[in-house]
């Protein structure tokens, strides 16, 4: 979580990042710090579906100003950009993590859920970042020659 919190803190740092972003971003440092602890104190509960539900909501929203992905693509498209892409990597890990914990101990589904959702949001963040930078994403291409 500390991992996620901080990659997300270097995304935070870049200049002129627009302001829904820089809100929902300092919002989720705050509920990874929450979540840290939680899964540090077994029968600990900080993360409800309401965080879940906040995290879609942003998903959402964030998601309507994107045109459909018709393609795959690289992490990049400017640094804040790049910089979410590698905080998104960071939360996956922390993701099979926290379902590696819940199998030796109890782990709330909400924080599982958390997660998942968070990564998603970090994708969708960061391609609003890198249109945001360079007025695109970088695609990949399958075929480079």
Known sequence: MDECNSAIGVVLAVKDLPEPVRRC???VQHELFDLGGELCIPGHRAITA???GALELALDEFNETLPPLK???LPGGGTAAA???LA????RRAERRAWTLAGQQAVAPEALKYLNRLSDLLFVIA???ARHET???VLWK????
């Open 25 to 27: 971003l300092v919002q």
């Open 127 to 129: 391609r609003v970042l």
């Open 71 to 73: 393609e795959f693509i």
């Open 88 to 91: 998104r990597a960071i939360c």
């Open 142 to 145: 399958h075929e480079r020659r």
């Open 50 to 52: 309401t965080h879940v």
């Open 135 to 137: 007025g695109s994403e």
């Open 83 to 85: 910089a979410c892409h």
